[in-house]
């Protein structure tokens, strides 16, 4: 439904790239480590919200203002840019890592994503992605058995 959308907010480039899986468990007040690699690229400030495949995205400031930018260019007249707008920005949280590296996730937040012990956190190019263990080994597993067809499919984007 928002694959048009979702393609053009990603169009920007970043001057650093995450990536990577890291295994980390959240404990009962919402807080999570944020693995040492990723922390320099995120910055002192970063934002937090909901992403799709029921996981979230975590965002430096300057990529998090691009996307910003280019959300505010979407025409407030298609329903798809009003809903994609108000899923994105609603679960928008800033967050700031403590002395031990974590960081506090609300919990409507986690309750989206299904946080609540074991975790995996991931780099994605501009991004990082929290996911609950469980999830992320259903969806690597799914889409492992169509790697093949998706490299197919972006091959019209030059991959």
């Given at each position: 439904m928002w694959g048009n959308v979702v393609t053009w907010l990603y169009e920007s480039g970043?001057?650093?790239?995450?990536?990577?899986e890291f295994q980390h468990n959240i404990d009962t007040k919402g807080r999570i480590i944020v693995p040492a690699k990723f922390r320099e690229g995120l910055g002192d400030n970063f934002v937090v919200?909901?992403?799709l495949d029921k996981c979230l995205?975590?965002?430096p400031m300057d990529e998090w203002k691009a996307l910003e930018e280019k959300l505010k260019k979407l025409p407030l007249t298609k329903k798809d840019a009003r809903a994609f707008t108000r899923f994105f920005f609603s679960g928008a949280v800033e967050c700031e890592v403590d002395k031990q590296g974590r960081i506090n996730i609300p919990q409507p937040l986690r309750s989206y994503a299904a946080?609540?012990?074991e975790c995996v956190v991931i780099g994605v190019s501009n991004r990082i992605e929290f996911w609950a263990s469980e999830n992320w080994e259903d969806y690597f597993s799914d889409s492992e058995e169509s790697f093949s067809e998706i490299a197919e499919n972006l091959m019209d984007f030059d991959i």
């Open positions: 970043a001057d650093y790239m995450f990536m990577g919200t909901r992403g995205f975590a965002y946080l609540s012990k």
